[in-house]
């Protein structure tokens, strides 16, 4: 079955950075496209990034645009956000995602916290 397992989480300081992957099994990884949602306290889950399954399109919520970096590894099965100059406004948990036809898969997320 499919399994999405988000790790990199933590707590980090205004202007730090933090890598989040997120482990994939139970399907054919590299012939998907991937994306990363975040979700903060009180608000709906938002989409961050995008990436199709060679890497060859990728698209960037407004707000994170020049920080954030999604990448993945087919061979590792694994998917990536690089999380640069981060913000306390960027304190959400974090989630992979997988569209496959007209099924929806999670992860569990990564809690991130921005604070000093």
């Known amino acids: 079955q499919v399994q999405l397992v988000e790790s990199g989480g933590g707590l980090v300081q205004p202007g730090g950075s933090l890598r989040l992957s997120c482990a994939a099994s139970g399907f054919t990884f590299s012939s998907d496209a991937m994306s990363w949602y975040r979700q903060a306290p009180g608000k709906a889950r938002e989409l961050v990034a995008r990436?199709?399954?060679?890497?060859?399109?990728?698209d960037y919520a407004d707000s994170v645009k020049g920080r954030f970096t999604i990448s993945r590894d087919n061979a590792k099965k694994t998917l990536y956000l690089q999380m640069n100059s981060l913000k306390p406004e960027d304190t959400a948990v974090y989630y992979c995602k997988l569209n496959q036809g007209f099924s929806v898969y999670w992860g569990q997320g990564t809690q991130v916290i921005v604070s000093s």
């Open positions: 990436i199709t399954s060679t890497g060859g399109s990728i």
